[in-house]
């Protein structure tokens, strides 16, 4: 019934992720109900999420003639989900899906793992995509299993499937909210029945879901607006935290708050990378979001230099703030190759900093003999970041400036996003001065944690008492414990 | 976490089988315990049972270092299971296999239906592989259902795995007691523990399962003994009807008989046309009951005739066995292509019976101007028969006499053979004469039911108070009541 | 233009040719014209000729639409030439095909080694798969490629396309008949040009070819009758040595002699081996002949035995007519595996025979205590031999008395069969008793060289003035000077 | 030995170039000699020069165990040339390597037509690569072919290397110069022997090539800088137009110049849109020039607006360079989605713009209200101008004002670049101000021809009596008359 474990599968990488300095978002969901061939629509959605995750993807669909139909794969959306003779395979008005990322754990990857989860019930099939995670997913499976759940993945996400499968309740929708009021954790949830398009986000609204109106009798839920863009689709608003919706196909929408009230506590990260510029949260542009960082640093931080230049392409909004802001003019110092993919065979120690080169190349006619400023989004291990300032430097560079448009990224994600140990954080580590020595930079400077809320659009920056973000990543402070970690072992930061 | 529907497969498909004209064996079973790398000689075993099941096979082995490892596939295991790359991941001194057809309800192939199945429990994993049929298996999964379980497969041997998931035994083996007491039908069951290699056969025996030493410390078990021969085990003995065998790594076998007794109804089709010939059986040559059967028809139903063919190939041993007896010459009249495969794309209307040609071609410098016997194992819906004897007669043959090595095939099997439902098959629906017409032959003669008991050694023919084997699809006696089919308006064959 | 060397292919493998115990065939050539689609006619007619080459196939088709169409590639014809996909890209109502097997020399197969090889011309394009073996191609090639023409592959064959090039004749068959003059050896040639099929045998007519007529107005070449039967054509006559047939769209039939007269030297190995049993070749049933030989052998090595049984599946007809004629009864001692294919990976050193017993698997119920005779079609390097007569004898027999359907093949071919080199043949280095005692069977008897030629039908024997056959596998007695061989170094039989 | 077409294959495709909006240089060579797996840098090298052939790559390498050995693809050098199983088929200290666009009139893609080519010629082999275009191609070939030569392929680049088995010279390099005066138009050649490695270019220069070190004993040639600097290798000099360098494993350079003197004329529209911006050109970087380009277009044809954005990615360079010389902020107005791939399947007719949202999605925020000036590099038919002209007015931009970072395209490209014909072009059939209605935007202007001579360093802009580059593109002179293209109809500008 199940794999206990399948054979791995080598998976296209990203040569900087070689040694983790990366963060990653770990999903996107994407639904659509009331149009006809659901899941092209939810392919295109899903292609403008793929950013969210770019390991997996899958999609559901229901059709009245055919019933539940699921496809999942590896790889890109863009070279599984284009194929007719696939698409054939999922007919109906009504479609589900999701991308991902491996999560943090998992050695080998397996298409079990990949959502969208789907269980028959009593009252008939649902078919559920989760971007988020779940906190006290150890300890549910250990019960669900303890009373003859079978698991078929190592997802935390299937959780709730068995949940729902247990719940007593008569209707889907409503097993839902008995299974998700058992969850702890950020969840932001796209889920189908047969007839039902259904979207939910935790009481803390950690990760975005949006809602879309797609012609005159469809619509659409998606992590990001720019999923929305891509159909055509109309932005409607955002799904409130703790908030579910239940759309028929007939294209009524009921909404309820089924969860214990709380204050929103929206991932500010997503701001400062994980969504797409194009994409609006908040009724805010990321774009302008984060070209205000920029503004922000270039104020906070300003150093007398000939150039600025992104750490291309999450830096470039913030660059192009502060060339703006300092009078300093903005550059491609750095260029991306757009061909990237698999990791290259290295022929000989000959070529250093390969993995890097695979990526980008340095500008140097442009870059030598300059006083460059370099605007990153932010240092995870600082590993990247070492070896753009040796390809700078041995351009030619003159100076070499690091403007990062996050705070200092000290603490791990709990709530779905894929970050290293704490110990591997360089932040966590390291005060700003020895980063700086660190990397070799001739200086080093982070936007300040009250500069990013201004950046967002908090006049007054940060409410301390009561943080209009999570920002734990930064602050250590996390609004939900996150029970499975501290049982293996991870310890809070002390209150202070 | 499951697939509701996965993207079909196009299957290697039999040309014959378009129509449904032949009878399929639904699986074969496989273990090995106490060896080195046992993935590879399950694979091995597999390979010499892929005739009783093309479609899909799978592995699953337990090493101490990497645990559970699962891979299954469709295809043949000689294209699978014979990569080094994928072997590897199959490690471990325990495994075990399961070769299979698809269900006959089943409308598209998924990987998901293939076993062995899976399932984690509290006390550890377990694996099995199921040959056989469950009787009770709708009512069964609509219990499981309503209490809370996730089916992941269309197959109803998923229904073991939940039931034992919710037995409230400590260890596995006892939880497989508890679920097979539950289940009805027949069942040959290989599975695995940790470290602890299970085989079962129902109370009545209906499908066989055999034992076999590997080495000096390893055991295997196997639907037939080709699998043995081909590991180059010793035979040991069958497993008994309604025996339980529990293998450890270091060699210790404990047997018990959990179920209620009953006298044992081995399928007496397994002589006829599923076994391969070089299997032994109760200590019987399937070659040899097959040989013998052609004695036995040449003694019931002789005629005067210059040629006997055989219907490559199982009826070979039978033409080998009528040809003696009648002192008539044997020759290969008919002359099987090796590479059968897929189908070919019809060129045009002009070439008739293509099917046939693609996997026979008639011997004409033989057959012509001659009266030719033609030997096959059944008669099932007769379109294969009908094709044959045209090619027989194209080819110049002065007269055709069929002569069946199996009684009518009138009742369909509910206990892990493929039959077409019952008004589908010819002796459903007409007498011998009719037949003889319908197919336009010149005589049509099946071996009596008393015949075929004395080729299996029954000296006295069949005991009709209570039969040595299960005859149901020549009796339509049903040794087991099928449920399921009843409750579909299956109607059995009134008491006489 | 060309590739130097393609990445090689791991390619299906026979075990029993892991030493190269097996004599090959090298190729089958087919064509039609006239028909609708005839490509399909062409894929039909290889998958018949499958057994003349196993390892790669190629389809090249014509319509005034698209023009000429080609597609090669390695693996069965069943599995590559039954695609609709690929079928549509050969369209047109002539087309002709190629089945090979490597060429003995070649270390990596490549894709373009595999026929039908094109060339285009001033006057047009034309197509040309070729079955035998050219003896001066070495020469050739060295004088070609001097004079600047680009050779795209290994094969011998592609010097005929290279000299057409260069004829100064102004149409096709003209520059056919120019090229071939140039060469020496054994060809059996299907050709096409935008409008014309042609066929061609050597002066020998070492290799088969036959005509047949395909409905109404098409036809149909092929190296074996068999070919035709399965695309429901009527058998014509066979090309005749030395013969050019040119047959056009409409159905017009010109034939040629354009070589110097030779009478004909037919290869005696295709009656024996080569062909397939269904055939028909010289107006005799190679069945027929096969079943004579054994009839032969009974008369000329007769044993007291209790069973007579084949090696299959090649011996079978000559063990039918050794058991007839001597009154021991046939069985199916050694029975087939249906699914044999790639190499299995070797569990451990436990199973000795392996690669045999994926192949074939003894009856042991049978054999047990028998005095057995097993009837091979040839003994070529002994090893196969031995492993057999090991299983029979671990299988309990009595006595194994090996029957060979040939005489010693103590001479290699040059004309289309891949043999090994002299000294690798056993019979080139040992008597028949050092045989005997080198394979350990109780007796090891081949069939004299004139009850070979008495079995395909001259009843006076060999005419060793004027052989009637090629048979300088046996005889040394080679029809056309090997001069590329030669060159190499091979010795010739001295004269006697 | 060739396939006369080949099954197509669907390619890796840009929705851009459904209609054929866009330019296309057609190849990118590079070559290695003198270090360890020399084929691991080709890999490098080709993925760096994959924006200038996205469609298919090859390897031939030579290593002195194995000889010449050869891997050809369709799709991109990262999806092929990173496997260890296929590099490893790729030995020795000297390789060369190409990827290529399919040509402008082959219907189906084949890999016959992948180069690099390979002939093996009496002394040896050779294998060239080869970027640009042979304007007489067709007149050789017919020539070529009637005296004997059989073509593989649809090639022009593949009557070299039958020109060179032809010629009487006695080494490889003598016989490439005489292949090459027989040739007429534009090449930049990378070839190979067996211990050599050649660069050449044609006597104008029109396509770039340079040469590298590569550690201390290595070589590199490579179409672009970008191909150096991503192995490491050290820029040394560009090839100059006619000259012929040899290089040897031990790391001799001989140049020579065996053409006819000629003035340089290298294409200019590298600089505009072919090189990556990150290449260096005649010692000037070409992201300078495009930032120059801005420059002069913002003087030439300024625009009172709000912002300047790129039609990424080709635009930016040119954008900031505009925004800077005008003071108008630069900002990111139109995302690109770094997926891009495979077309989807559209949905239904609700969405508009389907192909180019997939591309690019518009910074709604960021442009609402704004009066937008657009920076494109080109115009080719005109098409995607409109589509984004629509996006960014549906986005809500209150003015769009294109300006162009080349004069207008009015005559298509003979010498490697792959363009419509010309009545295709927009420009070649509507003044500027036709255009500017045609596009429906508010204004419209092109860089001058003088501009853009200015831009590129020439200070006095163009020499009309003698141009510095071939701008034919643009002009209408062609500084090699295009034969084939005559003789298929092509009128040239009438002389002034």
Redesign the interface.
């Known amino acids: 019934?199940?794999?206990?474990?399948?054979?791995?599968r080598t998976l296209t990488t990203n040569p900087f992720d070689a040694d983790g300095d990366t963060l990653h978002e770990e999903c996107g969901v994407f639904g659509v109900v009331g149009?006809?061939?659901a899941a092209?629509?939810v392919?295109?959605g899903l292609?403008?999420l793929?950013?969210r995750g770019?390991e997996a993807g899958g999609i559901?669909s229901h059709s009245s003639d055919?019933?539940?139909?699921?496809?999942?794969r590896f790889g890109?959306?863009?070279?599984n989900?284009?194929r007719?003779s696939?698409?054939e395979?999922l007919p109906g008005p009504l479609a589900i899906g999701h991308v991902r990322y491996s999560t943090a754990g998992s050695k080998a990857a397996a298409i079990?793992d990949v959502q969208p989860?789907?269980?028959?019930?009593?009252m008939g099939?649902a078919?559920i995509a989760h971007n988020g995670n779940i906190t006290n997913a150890n300890a549910l499976r250990?019960e669900l299993?303890?009373?003859?759940?079978?698991?078929?993945?190592s997802s935390d996400s299937?959780c709730i499937?068995?949940l729902m499968?247990?719940s007593l309740q008569r209707d889907i929708p409503s097993r839902m909210e008995d299974a998700l009021r058992r969850v702890e954790g950020a969840f932001s949830i796209v889920a189908m029945t047969r007839t039902k398009l259904i979207g939910v986000r935790d009481p803390l609204g950690v990760r975005p879901l949006v809602l879309g109106k797609?012609?005159d009798s469809g619509w659409a839920l998606s992590s990001e607006t720019?999923g929305l863009?891509?159909?055509?689709a109309t932005y409607v608003r955002e799904i409130e935290p703790g908030e579910m919706v239940v759309i028929t196909e007939n294209g009524g929408i009921e909404s309820s708050h089924p969860f214990r009230k709380a204050s929103s506590r929206f991932c500010i990260f997503e701001h400062v990378y994980f969504s797409?510029?194009?994409s609006?949260i908040g009724n805010?542009?990321v774009?302008?979001t984060r070209?205000q960082i920029g503004v922000e640093l270039a104020r906070e931080a300003p150093v007398d230099a000939d150039l600025v230049c992104a750490v291309p392409?999450s830096g470039?909004?913030a660059a192009?703030g502060f060339a703006?802001e300092s009078g300093i003019?903005?550059?491609?110092g750095i260029?991306r190759?757009?061909?990237?993919?698999?990791?290259?065979?290295?022929?000989?120690e000959?070529?250093?900093n390969?993995g890097v080169?695979?990526k980008l190349?340095?500008?140097?006619?442009?870059i030598e003999g300059k006083r460059v400023i370099l605007v990153d989004d932010s240092v995870v291990r600082g590993t990247t970041s070492r070896k753009i300032k040796e390809m700078v430097l041995d351009a030619g560079a003159a100076e070499v400036h690091f403007r990062i448009a996050s705070p200092p990224t000290s603490w791990p994600c709990f709530y779905g996003v894929d970050t290293p140990q704490r110990e591997k954080l360089l932040a966590a580590t390291m005060s700003e001065e020895e980063m700086t020595r660190h990397l070799g930079v001739d200086s080093l400077k982070f936007v300040s944690l009250d500069g990013l809320y201004r950046a967002v659009g908090q006049a007054e920056g940060r409410n301390n008492k009561c943080p209009q973000y999570c920002d734990a990543c930064f602050s250590g402070e996390y609004p939900v414990k996150p029970a499975d970690m501290i049982e293996q072992g991870f310890e809070m930061k002390a209150a202070e």
Chains 1, 2, 3, 4 share one sequence.
Do not use: K, W
């Open positions: 019934m199940s794999d206990p474990q399948s054979a791995p149009v006809t061939d092209n629509f392919a295109l292609h403008a793929q950013h770019q559901v055919v019933g539940f139909s699921s496809v999942r890109y959306v863009r070279d989900f284009t007719a696939l698409m395979t079990r989860f789907f269980g028959e019930f009593s099939g078919a250990r299993i303890e009373r003859g759940s079978i698991f078929q993945s299937e499937i068995h499968a247990r797609v012609g720019c863009d891509i159909i055509g797409r510029p194009d609006i805010r542009s774009y302008e070209r392409d470039t909004p192009i703006h003019p903005f550059g491609m260029i190759n757009q061909y990237m993919g698999r990791t290259f065979i290295e022929p000989t000959q070529i250093r390969m080169r695979l190349n340095v500008n140097r006619a442009l």
